[in-house]
Nanobody, 110 residues
Framework: QVNLVESGGGLVQPGGSLRLSCAAS????????MAWYRQAPGQQRELVAA???????NYDDSVKGRFTISRDNDKNILYLQMNNLKPEDTAIYFC????WGHGTQVTVSS
């Protein structure tokens, strides 16, 4: 079981940027899949971006061109760089890697 701790959320104006971090308690270099999900109030949790050990990445259509997922295998951290944020990006963002973190709140509002 790996412990995951997300950070980097907050309140940002539309068009702004945030970088989320997910620190893992163990080496992530062998994880085939790491991902970011989000859950807005009253909505189901949805996949935002996925990172594969091969180096491939996948993104939900709603964030393509705005969000970038990346890994730092030396620091055991998964990142999500979020640019040009929109109010509809408001949600709790969760890290996934063989389990779930507790999430970090992202609020996009003027």
């Amino acid at each position: 079981q790996v412990n995951l701790v997300e950070s980097g959320g907050g309140l940002v104006q539309p068009g702004g940027s945030l970088r989320l971090s997910c620190a893992a308690s163990t080496s992530i270099s062998t994880f085939n899949l790491m991902a970011w999900y989000r859950q807005a109030p009253g909505q189901q949790r949805e996949l935002v971006a996925a990172s594969f050990r091969s180096g491939n990445t996948n993104y939900d259509d709603s964030v393509k061109g705005r969000f970038t997922i990346s890994r730092d295998n030396d620091k055991n951290i998964l990142y999500l760089q979020m640019n040009n944020l929109k109010p509809e990006d408001t949600a709790i963002y969760f890290c996934y890697a063989l389990g779930w973190g507790h999430g970090t709140q992202v609020t996009v509002s003027s």
